[in-house]
């Protein structure tokens, strides 16, 4: 959204919904699903086939699309008793997804696949799909919650809030989105779980990057991008340092891996301050220099005029900064009230009130401390 007003009334709190879940074969969407049947909404079950060969996809709950994902879902579709199918969405997710990931970091910035599967997948693919289909809203495991307004607010839960990840979508599409986990903390969903006879009750989370079978990021996009050697740079001195295979192998505020030949002159360690794929080059400095005071996004969700004090999250689960946004044109301006470091472009900054999200966009560029 760049200014709209909510264009749906919101479902929350509504009973008697003809709802589609989306089930990753976790455990948090087998319970937002059975919460739903109990919230008396008909519910059908829809697993997303995302990845071209989910046989080959890792195993053992660290990723969202597998092909035991699959099965656990539909195992937990028929304890609770629902219709179950599942919607191949593989060659939208590789090019809403994967390509723009790629992409990103070809452009040497630093994306977050989450939030773009959230964004195009689950609430536009998918959102849409359900709508076209007479489906009342969507339903899933996002431990966040959406007010009667369709107002986005952090769950209960801080240590698994997803709010972040969420936080650039319209307010069109929370207005069509449930999460019944918002007011539940983990333990509690998995106790739930359990005592509902859901086999995924103590299934581990899915992390990392899902398409990314390895967990090598830097070989994978190698394998995608090709090699693209250059020079490691001091910062202070421009002299050449070290030599890399590719600039896709890092990101800002990095600080393993860099392959510096020649020590800082204070034996101080040096983190990666900016990334050039024009120039091959990777420039690296102490950590202070990755300090930043503002930020420039695009405009993605953000519909005040004039400045507005807010907090700032730059991470899933950074810690918020007082600041102050601004909308300019179809820039969102964010002044920190305190320095963040490490901040790339290709994140994504959202602001909150409280436990209020007010918007947010995906990062374009920032300012340093230094520049400022």
Same mark, same amino acid.
């Given at each position: 959204?760049?200014?709209?007003?909510?264009?749906?009334?919101?479902?929350?709190?509504?009973?008697?919904?003809?709802?589609?879940?989306?089930?990753?074969?976790?455990?948090?969407?087998?319970?937002?699903?059975?919460?739903?049947?109990?919230?008396?909404?008909?519910?059908?079950?829809?697993?997303?086939?995302?990845?071209?060969?989910?046989?080959?996809?890792?195993?053992?709950?660290?990723?969202?699309?597998?092909?035991?994902?699959?099965?656990?879902?539909?195992?937990?579709?028929?304890?609770?008793?629902? #219709?179950?199918?599942?919607?191949?969405?593989?060659?939208?997710?590789?090019?809403?997804?994967?390509?723009?990931?790629?992409?990103?970091?070809?452009?040497?910035?630093?994306?977050?696949?989450?939030?773009?599967?959230?964004?195009?997948?689950?609430?536009?693919?998918? =959102?849409?799909?359900?709508?076209?289909?007479?489906?009342?809203?969507?339903?899933?495991?996002?431990?966040?919650?959406?007010?009667?307004?369709?107002?986005?607010?952090?769950?209960?839960?801080?240590?698994?809030?997803?709010?972040?990840?969420?936080?650039?979508? #319209?307010?069109?599409?929370?207005?069509?989105?449930?999460?019944?986990?918002?007011?539940?903390?983990?333990?509690?969903?998995?106790?739930?779980?359990?005592?509902?006879?859901?086999?995924?009750?103590?299934?581990?989370?899915?992390?990392?990057?899902?398409?990314?079978? *390895?967990?090598?990021?830097?070989?994978?996009?190698?394998?995608?991008?090709?090699?693209? #050697?250059?020079?490691?740079?001091?910062?202070?001195?421009?002299?050449?340092?070290?030599?890399?295979?590719?600039?896709?192998?890092?990101?800002?505020?990095?600080?393993?891996?860099?392959?510096?030949?020649?020590?800082?002159?204070?034996?101080?360690?040096?983190?990666?301050?900016?990334?050039?794929?024009?120039?091959?080059?990777?420039?690296?400095?102490?950590?202070?220099? =990755?300090?930043?005071?503002? =930020?420039?996004?695009?405009?993605?969700?953000?519909?005040?005029?004039?400045?507005?004090?807010?907090?700032?999250?730059?991470?899933?689960?950074?810690?918020?900064?007082?600041?102050?946004?601004?909308?300019?044109? *179809?820039?969102?301006?964010?002044?920190?009230?305190? #320095?963040?470091?490490?901040?790339?472009?290709?994140?994504?900054?959202?602001?909150?009130?409280?436990?209020?999200?007010?918007?947010?966009?995906?990062?374009?560029?920032?300012?340093?401390?230094?520049?400022?």
């Amino acid at each position: 959204m760049t200014g709209e007003a909510t264009t749906g009334t919101a479902v929350t709190g509504k009973t008697g919904l003809r709802v589609l879940a989306a089930m990753s074969g976790g455990v948090d969407s087998a319970v937002a699903a059975a919460r739903a049947v109990d919230a008396g909404h008909d519910v059908t079950g829809v697993h997303l086939a995302l990845s071209r060969s989910p046989d080959s996809s890792r195993t053992g709950a660290r990723g969202c699309c597998t092909l035991e994902d699959a099965r656990d879902a539909r195992r937990a579709a028929d304890v609770l008793d629902i #219709p179950f199918y599942v919607w191949d969405l593989a060659e939208r997710f590789e090019a809403d997804v994967i390509d723009d990931f790629v992409a990103a970091y070809a452009a040497g910035q630093t994306p977050n696949p989450c939030v773009r599967c959230n964004e195009r997948i689950k609430f536009a693919a998918v =959102l849409d799909r359900a709508l076209a289909l007479g489906f009342d809203a969507v339903v899933t495991g996002h431990h966040a919650r959406v007010s009667a307004d369709g107002v986005l607010r952090r769950s209960v839960d801080p240590a698994k809030d997803q709010s972040y990840v969420l936080g650039t979508l #319209p307010t069109s599409r929370l207005a069509r989105a449930i999460f019944p986990l918002g007011d539940s903390t983990k333990t509690q969903v998995r106790q739930e779980a359990a005592a509902r006879g859901l086999g995924v009750a103590d299934k581990p989370d899915s992390h990392d990057i899902c398409f990314v079978a *390895d967990g090598d990021t830097a070989g994978w996009l190698r394998r995608r991008l090709g090699s693209a #050697p250059g020079p490691v740079v001091d910062g202070a001195t421009g002299e050449a340092i070290g030599d890399h295979d590719g600039t896709f192998g890092f990101t800002v505020g990095q600080r393993r891996g860099l392959g510096l030949q020649v020590p800082a002159a204070d034996g101080r360690p040096r983190y990666v301050l900016e990334i050039s794929p024009v120039t091959a080059t990777v420039t690296v400095g102490p950590a202070e220099a =990755l300090d930043i005071d503002a =930020l420039v996004a695009e405009r993605t969700v953000w519909p005040y005029d004039g400045p507005r004090p807010c907090l700032a999250q730059v991470r899933a689960h950074a810690r918020p900064v007082p600041a102050c946004a601004e909308a300019v044109g *179809d820039e969102l301006r964010v002044r920190l009230d305190e #320095p963040v470091r490490g901040v790339a472009a290709g994140q994504s900054v959202v602001l909150y009130e409280g436990d209020r999200v007010l918007g947010g966009g995906h990062i374009t560029r920032t300012v340093s401390r230094a520049a400022a």
